[in-house]
């Protein structure tokens, strides 16, 4: 054989092998965990240089491991940011196949903020009303649970669920476009925190019963309604409901569709017991399959105080500037009045006698501050016997903020009278906005991206080449003025990196473009 053709065989073999090489690095990366052999092995495949488009196909293919047969519950546990271990359930289709992208619905309990994560978690999961609506549509339900510490809106429970999301992806074939999140009560209320300060990786929301300030205000978290103009939002009330009565929920709603929510709306027989299920979750269930995502999205509206909540899909703000707003920037929100009577203490739902036993009281209540401890039974309130929880709702209803109250318990064995005063009503603004936000209006035609800014300082633009043309440049122009304009080349490492952090195979996005905006020209 001649040099020359030998030379071209022994080139067509070497690059056989690297080709088989970085494939097999691939595997082992989407395999591995976050440390030192996931970083060596990323760096390899990039060192290899394969073409971009050949390990876009094979992040976009995977393969996935058989599942058992008929519908199944499975239990794990995962370790949170805090360091503790908490559960999680995966309920599983009878009809799933690991070779089609089935739908995922998150699912998030009510009482979160509770010490103790819910008992039977695993008979929880499977009979939940979410849960079994995503069963009888044939999708995968995702159901974590948090507690105290790890609430929906704490900084570990909002964690935990994005790390789960991707937990799941990881396992099981889901569709990346019909990633549903949805809830009740607690639950709800953390569907519309997502909803305002994490949608990317959701195509729509479900808030049944729940409160849309309730996250923010525990979580100290700044929250806009104009984010909901990205993402759609089934929301329901119930007329009786004590915690969250249509009546006082309305003008919230109206309020954010005035900002430009995508919010829809239903008022319903029932209090806050979730009565309606029966007959409202077939409309939630037709919406949700209705509201696949829209992968790049040709208007984003998006607003925030904090650079960690700063995506919303293919745009995220970074750092928020000094000075004034823009004319167009308006503050949305509403001042809520807060004459709720709640006495502050936790049941315990196991106890099986006469009275309702407290298990926790909650600091700064009327509870606490009447001398109220764990272990009591309440037996009393104003002289009038409570035999059990029905009856002691029934004796808060006959009292307003302000007035006195006596609470006899048994303690010790031992009839102690407990008196104090119920709080004043309580003014206070819907949404916390304690400290300044940016905000920017983003369109995207062609090529052609539109930034208008209030306060916005920095912010990035991912790419993806079904959403821009790689082979013209991309225009980039903020308040009028062009701030990038070149060709963006693919990143390999970006889009590997991005990859192992979003685990979404349908938006490879392959380069980001960070922009410092310029200061006003004066």
Same mark, same amino acid.
């Given at each position: 054989m001649r040099r020359g053709a030998l030379t071209l065989v022994l080139l067509l073999l070497l690059g056989a092998a690297a080709r088989a090489g970085w494939e097999e690095d691939l595997d082992r990366l989407t395999a591995a965990e976050p440390g030192a052999e996931r970083d060596r092995l990323l760096g390899e495949i990039v060192k290899a240089k394969p073409d971009w488009r050949a390990v876009a196909r094979k992040l976009a293919n995977p393969s996935f491991p058989p599942a058992e047969a008929g519908e199944h519950v499975l239990l794990e546990k995962t370790r949170c940011a805090d360091g503790k271990e908490r559960p999680y359930a995966v309920v599983v289709p009878a009809g799933y196949d690991p070779s089609r992208p089935t739908p995922l619905? !998150? !699912?998030?309990h009510g009482g979160v903020s509770r010490p103790e994560i819910l008992?039977?978690?695993?008979?929880?999961?499977?009979?939940?009303?979410?849960?079994?609506?995503a069963m009888a549509r044939g999708w995968l339900a995702l159901v974590p649970f948090g507690q105290k510490g790890a609430a929906w809106w704490d900084p570990v429970g909002i964690a935990n669920i994005r790390h789960?999301?991707?937990?799941?992806?990881?396992r099981f074939d889901v569709?990346?476009?019909?990633?549903?999140?949805?809830?009740?009560?607690?639950?709800?209320s953390a569907a519309f925190l997502l909803a305002m300060i994490r949608p990317t990786d959701y195509a729509a929301f479900l808030a049944l019963s729940g409160h849309m300030g309730v996250g923010g205000a525990a979580g100290g978290i700044p929250t806009y309604p104009v984010n909901f103009a990205n993402t759609p939002v089934y929301a329901a009330t119930s007329f009786d409901d004590p915690l969250y009565p249509s009546a006082r929920m309305r003008p919230m709603i109206?309020?954010?569709?005035?900002?430009?929510?995508?919010?829809?709306?239903?008022?319903?027989?029932?209090?806050?017991?979730?009565?309606?299920?029966e007959t409202e979750l077939p409309r939630c269930g037709d919406f949700l399959a209705r509201h696949p995502r829209?992968?790049?999205?040709?208007?984003i509206v998006w607003e925030t105080a904090r650079p960690e909540h700063g995506r919303c899909r293919w745009f995220q703000i970074d750092a928020v500037a000094d000075g004034p707003s823009a004319p167009?920037?308006?503050?949305?929100?509403?001042?809520?009045?807060d004459d709720r009577v709640s006495i502050g203490f936790f049941p315990d739902r196991d106890f099986a006698g006469e009275g309702?036993?407290?298990?926790?009281?909650?600091?700064?209540?009327?509870a606490a501050a009447c001398g109220l401890k764990a272990g009591d039974v309440v037996v009393a309130m104003n002289g009038n016997p409570v035999p059990g929880p029905a009856a002691l709702s029934a004796e808060k209803g006959k009292v307003k903020r302000g007035d006195p109250v006596t609470l006899t318990v048994l303690r010790n064995g031992k009839k102690v009278k407990l008196t104090g005063q119920l709080p004043p009503v309580r003014r206070y603004p819907l949404f916390r906005h304690d400290t300044p936000s940016a905000a920017a209006r983003v369109l995207f035609a062609g090529n052609r991206i539109e930034v208008e800014g209030s306060r916005l300082r920095a912010f990035r633009v991912f790419v993806h080449p079904d959403m821009i043309r790689l082979d013209r440049p991309l225009v980039i122009r903020v308040d009028g003025r062009t701030v990038f304009e070149k060709r963006v080349e693919p990143d390999l490492r970006f889009l590997l990196a991005n990859f192992l952090a979003e685990r979404d195979r349908k938006l490879l996005y392959v380069a980001e473009i960070r922009v410092e905006v310029p200061a006003p020209a004066k």
């Open positions: 619905l !998150v !699912v998030l008992s039977r978690t695993k008979e929880y999961a499977s009979g939940n009303a979410l849960t079994r609506l789960l999301v991707r937990t799941v992806k990881r569709d990346d476009d019909r990633v549903w999140l949805g809830g009740y009560s607690d639950g709800a109206e309020m954010a569709l005035r900002a430009g929510g995508r919010l829809f709306y239903r008022e319903l027989e029932g209090g806050h017991d979730f009565s309606y299920a829209d992968p790049f999205p040709a208007r167009w920037h308006r503050e949305w929100n509403l001042t809520l009045t309702v036993k407290v298990k926790s009281v909650r600091k700064e209540t009327f």
